[in-house]
Nanobody, 116 residues
Framework: QVQVVQSGGGLVQPGGSLTLNCAASGGKISTYRVDWHRQAPGKERELAATFQRDGSTYYRDDVKGRFTVSRDDAKNTAALQMDNLRPEDTAVYYC??????????WGQGVQVTVSS
């Protein structure tokens, strides 16, 4: 069974930066697509960014140029670097590992609050 543990997050001022980390155990993270979802209070969960198995990436329009996803196969981790944060980025962020054959595995979620 794959376990996903997230770290990072917290309170940051507008324009600041945060890095969210996602550590996998019980399986190789390189065999999964890594999605970063977020859910703001009172809103539906949305996909913020993706790191595909082949290394290609996807970003939703409002985070392009500000967020960067990465994966470290040696450490079996993934990361979401968030720069120039805005109040509207405030949400709970989830790291989710997807593989159609192996299953989907969720991190516990971390709170990101952007406020002055």
């Amino acid at each position: 069974q794959v376990q996903v543990v997230q770290s990072g997050g917290g309170l940051v001022q507008p324009g600041g930066s945060l890095t969210l980390n996602c550590a996998a155990s019980g399986g190789k993270i390189s065999t999964y697509r890594v999605d970063w979802h977020r859910q703001a209070p009172g809103k539906e969960r949305e996909l913020a960014a993706t790191f595909q198995r082949d290394g290609s990436t996807y970003y939703r329009d409002d985070v392009k140029g500000r967020f960067t996803v990465s994966r470290d196969d040696a450490k079996n981790t993934a990361a979401l670097q968030m720069d120039n944060l805005r109040p509207e980025d405030t949400a709970v962020y989830y790291c989710i590992l997807y593989n159609s054959g192996l299953g989907n595995f969720w991190g516990q979620g971390v709170q990101v609050t952007v406020s002055s």
